[in-house]
Structure formats: C-alpha cells, structure tokens
C-alpha cells in the first residue's frame, strides 16, 4: 500500500462559530483585550479559522489593487471601498488617509458579548457582510473552497430520520449553578489569560444522567436546557457543529439508538436507530460521530444522523484510535487480539494486524502499539510500524500505559508502578526524553486517566480527581489541584476557550459535581451541582 496520504481538509471546531465575528476583526482596534487574545489563541490552535482569514486576506488585498487603497491594518470596510470609488472617478493620484480608528472604550464585564457589540464594530463587520457579495469575493472565495472536498458516503438502510420525535420531552427549570472557587493551586510560570464568560458565550457543556441530559452555559453554569427520559435510559452524549447526540438504550417508550438535538434549545431533529442494537463505545473524529453496536461500527453524520458506513468486527475490545484517514480498532476472536485498520471515507478495511498490541497513538504515517498495558517491568513493548507497507520501525521497552496522546512529535502516556506519572517518548526514536514526579500518591485511583496538550501544556488527570498542568519539554510541574473524585474513576478533562471542565464527587455522596476551572492556574471559576451520578461529559457549540 502506498504510504501518500492526502491531508483532509480542515473542518470547523466545536468554537468556530463562536468566533467567527471576532477572526476577521483581529487586527483593528475595534476588540477588547480580552477578546484579542482569545481569539488569536483560537487561531493557533484552529486550522479552519486560519484557513478563512486566509480567504479575507486575499479578498482584501484584490479590492485594494482594484481601488488603490493603502494597508490600513484590517479588512476593508464597505466605507473604505465607496470612498476609494469616488476618488478613482475623480482621478485623484492617490487615496487620501484612512481616519485613525479609536477603540470603543471597554464595557463592563457583564454587558460584554459577543452580541453585543459596537457601533462601530457593526459597521465594519455590515460593510464585510456587503464586500461578500461582490462578485470578485464570489469567484476568489468559490475557487478556494473547490479544493476542499467531500468525503464518499454509504448511506446504509438501517437508519431513519425523523424530523422530529415523540419520545423527549423539554423540561424547565433546571437547577443552577453555585459559584464557588474553593480550589487551590500554585502560581503556573508562563500565563495564559484567564477566559472571560463572554468568550464562551456560545459554548454548552453536556452533562448526561441516566434520566435526562442537561445542557449548561459554558460561561457561568447556568443550566440553558433539559430534555427528560425514563430512569436507566440514556447512556452518553457527543456533541459537533451545534448538534448533540445522546444515545439511548431500549425502554418503554423510548426508541434504542442515537438521538440528535439542537444544541440551542434541545429539540430532537433526527434519530437513528443503530441496526435495533444500543451504543457500547462512541467518539466523534473529524467532525463525525462512530459508533459500535454489537460488533458493529457505524460512521454517522451528525447534521442528519445518516448511516455512512458500517463494518461489522468480531468483537470490540479497544480503541478506536483515528490518524492519516484511518480507524484502527482492536478486536478479539477468541484466540488472538488483531488490529483492524478501516479507511474512514468509506469504512473499507485496509489491513488486519494479528498480535500487534493495543493502538494508543497514530501520526505521520506512524501506527504506535504496546503488548502488554500495566505489566511488570520488561514486558511492555512499545512498537511503531509503518502503514506504507506495515513493517516496524522500531520498537522499544517504554514504561507508559495504554492513556496517551501524540503531539508534535513526542507521545505522552500514563507511566509507574500505579499509573501515577506521566512519560514524554520520542515518536522517531522511542527514546524516553523524561518521566514527570508522581501527580498522585494516593494508590488506590492513582492511575492517569486523561491526557489533553493544548497551548503549549499537558494537562492531567488522575482518577481519584487529581488535575495537574505540566511542562511539556521537561515535565515540571505548573500547578495541582485535587477536586476529588470517588464516583467516576475514567472521568474525562475537557478544554475550551482557556477553560477545563470535568467532574468530581466527594466520599459517600450520591451525587456528581461539574466544575469549570481557569486553566492558567486550576483556579475553580463555577461549579455545577447535579442531583445523581453523571455518564458523560461533553463540549460543544450551541
């Protein structure tokens, strides 16, 4: 098999739209601080959004050649293009200087929003919304999308779609959320800014109990919506591109499979029933929801709830783990663990690995495997193999556990006697580069179960609650928190806009907690206080 990839195009986060009116006005004096470094901490991170300003870019510098119009700093504005008009029928020589621009002066913490903006930011953001429709937009803009492309879908009979289902309910009046910044932590040496609420203005955080899923304002923790089931039905969400999806199991009145709401407001828009068979494991990768049931796994689109693939394994046992347009999923025959690699455009399989190891980590045209999670000392091999022609490129003793991620070149997994640590493993090499101190010595629940890297820092979390910030290049540690969790042991860490969010539950309590922390410091910004234990917890855009 050849080992040429086309790289995929990019496709929207789950916070494009809620910066979408920000991205294009970065480099004027029309945004707040605030709203500057959260944006451009947006962009660092998002290749879609670099990808649109990119388009504005080559807009503006037509319109400028076409109307002479000098750099000024921004995007043109519908009054700068009259204004450079009128002077080209005048056959002025040259434009005269664009006026200075003076920031608005800045609103208070709780007027400011992303709906609420200046006069003159509506302005400029009314002459963009008119540059767009000039035809010279059009043909520039149509020619850079061209090259995106589609995936292939399969639409599978299976799966029906309703525009609307009998079996949800909206409720009202949710509980609140209670302020309350009781967790501690050390000063991080390197800042990012502290997330204002108005950055997550258009950000839900999904919590999902067995009799209802909750939708909360990523911003303060007010509860925005609620749809109530039967007890014991509903078994996790997933959330992409303002829809989420809550799978169900089989009960009177409710129909098992996967449902899809509007994340604004919570009204069912389509259902699919998954073949008659409830969701044992989900993810959502590239902007697609996977699902296994019953062996099965099904490639499902999100915005209609469409089958687009299915393929059917022995049994699942691990995984999946998504790089270079391909699913690798562990299954089990009853004799021999394989690796099945499924090309996800079309859910064909590409290739069976019998004996490899579990999949922890794939990039680069590189598929990372260990044999033996959490074995003694000497029995854990650490495998990288090709997928141009699945040879091995190396393979290694490594002391990490099958939590890991891979991030510019370095994997990062769960490593100690207890799971307690975390190692940095060159992904060329499979050299350790370092091995942190232990985040937890509690023992028992001190096991790493999510590791997340994003602007330049590993965050962690153990299962007994313990959340760490490290350094990536030496594994020093930044900060510690302990929220204390003694419910949900495979509790995830999620980030959004400089915030984490995840859950906690103290001893002999019967019910879970979400928190929103900052996460330049672990500093507890809001917390959630739900009336039962929590499946999932999940991200998205509104």
């Known amino acids: 098999m050849s080992g040429n990839h086309a790289t995929p195009p990019p496709t929207p986060g789950p916070l494009c739209a809620a910066y979408a009116p920000l991205v294009p006005l970065l480099e004027s004096a029309l945004l707040t601080d605030d709203e500057t470094t959260s944006a451009r901490a947006h962009l660092a991170t998002c290749a879609w959004c670099r ?78 919304a008119a540059v767009l429709l000039i035809a010279l937009f059009a043909g520039v803009f149509a020619a850079l999308q061209a090259g995106r492309g589609t995936a292939n879908t399969i639409t599978q ?3 029906s779609i309703t525009s609307a289902a009998p079996t949800t309910s909206i409720a009202t009046a949710a509980p609140s959320a209670t302020c309350a910044p009781t967790a501690t932590a050390t000063t991080v040496p390197t800042a990012t800014p502290k997330p204002t609420p108005v950055s997550l203005a258009n950000v839900n955080v999904y919590l999902d109990v067995y009799p209802q899923v909750t939708a909360l304002n990523g911003g303060d923790g007010s509860a925005r919506w609620q749809v109530s089931l039967p007890s014991g039905v509903a078994l996790g969400t997933a959330s992409v591109n303002g829809i989420v999806m809550y799978m169900t199991d089989a009960a009177p ?21 998954l073949g008659g068979q409830r969701a044992n494991a989900w993810t959502v990768n590239g902007g697609t929801l996977y699902a296994e049931s019953g062996a099965t796994w099904h490639a499902i689109d999100p915005t209609t709830g469409t089958t687009l693939w299915s393929y059917t394994i022995p049994s699942f046992r691990a995984g999946p783990v998504f790089a270079d347009g391909i699913m690798y999923a562990l299954t089990y025959d009853g004799t021999i663990n394989t690796l099945s690699a499924i090309r996800i455009s079309d ?3 590409i290739k069976e690995l019998p004996g490899l190891g579990w999949p922890i980590a794939a990039g680069n ?32 003793q490594a002391p990490i556990d099958f939590v890991a991620t891979l991030r510019d070149g370095i994997i990062y997994g769960g490593a100690g006697a207890n799971g307690e640590r975390i190692a940095a ?38 299962q007994d609650g313990t959340i760490l910030a490290l350094d990536p290049a030496t594994g020093a540690r930044r900060w510690k928190i302990v929220l204390y969790d003694f419910a949900s042991p495979n509790a995830p ?50």
């Open 51 to 128: 990808e649109e300003i990119g388009a504005y870019a080559v807009v503006d510098d037509a319109l400028r050649r076409h109307y002479g119009s000098a750099q000024t700093g921004y995007f043109l504005n519908l009054e700068d293009i009259m204004r450079d008009a009128d002077h080209l029928a005048d056959d002025a020589p040259t434009p005269p200087p664009l006026p200075t621009v003076t920031a608005p002066p800045p609103p208070s913490a709780s007027s400011r929003g992303l709906s609420r903006m200046s006069p003159r930011m509506l302005a400029a953001m009314a002459g963009m």
């Open 157 to 159: 009979p299976t799966a």
């Open 253 to 273: 009145g409710v129909k098992i499979g996967v449902h899809g709401l509007r994340a604004s407001d919570g009204t069912e828009i389509w259902y699919n029933d």
């Open 347 to 349: 859910g064909t399989l």
């Open 365 to 396: 045209g590189l598929l990372y495997t260990i044999t033996y999670p959490g074995g003694p000392a000497g029995t854990n091999d650490l495998t990288a193999t090709r997928i141009s022609d699945w040879s091995q490129a190396w393979q290694e």
């Open 425 to 462: 493993v060159d992904a060329l090499t499979g050299q350790v580069r370092w091995t942190s101190d232990p985040g937890s010595t509690s023992g028992v629940g001190a096991d790493v179960n999510t590791i997340v890297v994003q602007d330049n820092t590993i965050y962690v979390r153990h």
């Open 493 to 542: 860490l999620l980030l959004a806009g400089g915030y984490i969010f995840t859950t906690g539950a103290l001893n002999g309590a019967n019910h879970e907690f979400v928190v929103a922390l900052n996460a330049q410091d672990g500093s507890e910004v809001w917390r959630y206080q739900a009336n039962t234990f929590l499946q999932t917890l999940d991200v998205g855009t509104r």
